[in-house]
T-cell receptor, first 112, second 117 residues
Framework: GDSVTQMEGPVTLSEEAFLTINCTYT??????LFWYVQYPGEGLQLLLK?????DKGSNKGFEATYRKETTSFHLEKGSVQVSDSAVYFC???????????FGAGTTVTVRA | EAGVVQSPRYKIIEKKQPVAFWCNPI?????LYWYRQNLGQGPELLIR????????DSQLPKDRFSAERLKGVDSTLKIQPAELGDSAVYLC???????????????FGAGTRLSVL
């Protein structure tokens, strides 16, 4: 079945550092890809998405590019802030299926 | 626009006791989901509703878990009796269905953190 593997954490960074979280997927179809973020004490929020190969999703300075050849959707941000401290989840959904499959999550802590 | 609302935020119970969680989805969203998120893991789907019909409950442990969505709006998830292994965060999500460009976007509530002692 469909699955997502993402980089294990925790990840600790200093402010203004570069962040990358690796995500690879296995899917039988042609999925849509997502990054969700969970801030402390809150629910999951959609951060960005991409629905086809070579699409780049972006939001709040974060970017991820749908790479079909490497089955990857790595999340990047050029300069992180303390407010970016959260748990980040990579997820996929088949285009015609409601099921959302999540990775295990990566905890990111940004220090001032 | 209000997001997905869940209550309570936290619940502590002793094993063998019953517990219930409530969810109010985004207005107009016909599809409602319940997920369980164990510590250090991603959410896993328990049940999906289309309006008031449970269309996918294959992952719901039916011996102790039940859910309902009366009138196709609010939903309740119940566990009776609770076991120690049920300690987790229970998330509710809703969506308005598929679009040609974005697929199906699910919006999540803040969750209910259940601790079974």
């Amino acid at each position: 079945g469909d699955s997502v593997t993402q980089m294990e954490g925790p990840v600790t960074l200093s402010e203004e550092a570069f962040l990358t979280i690796n995500c690879t997927y296995t899917a039988t179809g042609y999925p849509s890809l997502f990054w969700y973020v969970q801030y402390p004490g809150e629910g999951l929020q959609l951060l960005l998405k991409a629905t086809k190969a070579d699409d780049k999703g972006s939001n709040k300075g974060f970017e991820a590019t749908y790479r079909k050849e490497t089955t990857s959707f790595h999340l990047e941000k050029g300069s992180v802030q303390v407010s970016d401290s959260a748990v980040y989840f990579c997820a996929l959904s088949d285009r015609n299926d409601y099921k959302l499959s999540f990775g295990a999550g990566t905890t990111v802590t940004v220090r001032a | 626009e209000a997001g997905v609302v869940q209550s309570p935020r936290y619940k502590i119970i002793e094993k063998k006791q019953p517990v219930a969680f409530w969810c109010n989805p985004i207005s107009g969203h016909n599809t409602l989901y319940w997920y369980r998120q164990n510590l250090g893991q991603g959410p896993e789907l328990l049940i999906r509703y289309e309006n008031e019909e449970a269309v996918d409950d294959s992952q719901l442990p039916k011996d102790r878990f039940s859910a309902e969505r009366l009138k196709g709006v609010d939903s309740t998830l119940k566990i009776q009796p609770a076991e120690l292994g049920d300690s987790a965060v229970y998330l509710c999500a809703s969506s308005s269905g598929f679009t040609s460009t974005a697929g199906n976007i699910q919006y999540f509530g803040a969750g209910t953190r259940l601790s079974v002692l």
